[in-house]
């Protein structure tokens, strides 16, 4: 009778424990965080933008303007040098034929904290996550160039370009330096759920002392004309 009660206790206990450790593994379970949306990373998604810009050349004091067509592909995945799974991202210009010529292979990188890109293989951080407002990070944590701030500045609103809506957009300001007499810099990209980057402008320009006239720098815009998923 004895060893009845004994066993018994022992099923019991046991079961008691296996319940409890069901319940502690389900709390560790940590639900994807949606604002990784912002960045997708499916192979396929493709991205049409207008591009211009504006050059200042301060040696031939002369003023140049280009535009041209830009698609942006997620063309695969494969495995960068740090042994992360990564996506390879294929640019194309329009030329004059209409033909979509290759002209830049960029990647990018996305995990639970963070969503890097590398741009002329320089490699910044884009994003990261959770996004909230206010929140500010080094975007050149994982380069050598000189720290610059990335904030987000506003979160989760309405946006639009050209004849496209979103109903939930971020916009992140790199720490701009205030403009003074002789030069401005500013950046700024948005981004759109699901979509992805959807507007960058780059603004670096120095101006002339006396005359306070744009001597050379450039200003750089992409504006998304379209999309598909």
Known sequence: MKKLILSALGITLLLFITSCKKEDDSSTVIPEDLTQQYFPIDSGLTRFYEV????????????????????????????????????????????????????????????????????????????????????????????????????????????SIANLNFNETIRVQEDNEPANLLNDYYAEEKYARNVGMYYRIISDIEFDFISGDTTSGYIYTEKMSSYSL
Do not use: C
């Not at 942006?72 to 495995?79: L, N």
């Not at 042994?83 to 390879?88: F, K």
């Open 52 to 159: 211009d810009s504006i050059f200042w050349d301060s040696f031939t004091q002369t003023r140049d303007t280009v535009h041209y067509s830009l698609k942006e592909v997620i063309a695969g995945t494969f495995i960068d040098n740090q042994g992360r799974l990564a996506q390879r991202i294929e640019r194309f210009k329009l030329d004059q034929g209409g033909n979509w010529i290759i002209y830049k292979v960029w990647s990018s990188h996305r995990n639970g904290q963070r969503a890097e890109k590398v741009e002329d293989n320089i490699r910044l951080v884009k994003l990261v996550f959770s996004v909230s407002h206010g929140v500010a990070w080094n975007g050149n944590a994982y380069n050598t160039l000189t720290p610059r701030t990335y904030e987000y500045i506003a979160v989760n609103t309405p946006g």
